[in-house]
């Protein structure tokens, strides 16, 4: 099990002195302890309080600053750029996001660039589908409704269909929104899913089976439908549980 759906489901172990303090900054920044415009702290201070060498803590300015979310300005320091610049389809950007905390806003966008994209992964895969691909899809499903799901492993299995239809579309496009899909799937596992309920389970299997009957027949308009119906019906579930917990 590896990325974001591993991560938010059984934590994550940060292996060497650079990938920890890119994911404490990162995390940091992302959750608004350096909110945008501020400045972080020195090469000095920070040496000392992750314990690094400046040579480590430069490589990892350098890396959080390819993902747009600080840069280095001379005689001013290293300041956190502007959200609107920070680079949401990088997939450590999505996972701090989700981790400090979700929003009905990030929801909804990220419901729409699925939206935007997937339908005609769908689509596309109405043409470009063989025997072959319809035979992984339709075992996909079958998995996707075993009633033992706990909420990880129906995540997972989620995952796994939705990048399938990705990588049938032959589209390499389409196959990069891979982190938009495994974040929103990490909203569902945080706030609910499909596995609290059989009779869910079942519901999510079946409307997963629509779609790849839908690529079966070539019926692109269908293929499209039935995958906007499920991206829907999923950011739908997560607004109304965060709205519960909310109240």
């Known amino acids: 099990m ?132 319809i035979a992984r899809l339709e075992l996909i499903v079958e998995e996707l409704g075993d009633p033992g799901h706990d909420r990880t492993s129906i995540a997972q299995v989620d995952l796994k269909f939705h990048l399938a239809v990705a990588d049938i579309s032959q589209n390499p496009f389409m196959r990069a929104t891979s982190g938009l899909i495994e974040a929103a799937l990490a909203c569902v596992l945080r706030l609910s899913s499909p596995a609290e309920d059989a009779e869910m389970i079942r519901e999510c299997a079946d409307n997963h089976r629509l779609i790849v009957e839908a690529i079966a ?7 499209r439908a039935t995958m906007r119906t499920v991206i829907e019906l999923g950011a739908a579930r997560t607004q109304t549980a965060l709205g519960d917990g909310a109240g």
Do not use: Y
């Open 2 to 133: 590896t990325g974001l759906l591993a991560i938010t489901g059984a934590g994550r172990t940060i292996r060497s002195s650079h990938g920890h303090v890119v994911a404490t900054l990162g995390r940091e920044i992302v959750g608004g302890r350096f909110p945008p415009g501020s400045i972080l702290p020195g090469d000095k201070d920070l040496g000392e309080v992750f314990g690094v060498s400046r040579t480590v803590l430069r490589e990892a300015m350098k890396t959080l600053a390819a993902k747009r979310l600080i840069e280095a300005k001379t005689r001013v320091g290293t300041k956190v750029l502007e959200r609107e610049q920070w680079n949401f389809l990088d997939p450590d950007v999505l996972r701090w996001r989700v981790e400090t905390g979700l929003d009905a806003r990030f929801i909804e966008d990220l419901a729409t660039m699925r939206l935007a994209f997937e339908p005609e992964a769908a689509a596309l895969a109405c043409r470009r589908a063989s025997r072959a691909d």
């Open 217 to 223: 027949s070539g019926d692109e308009d269908r293929a």
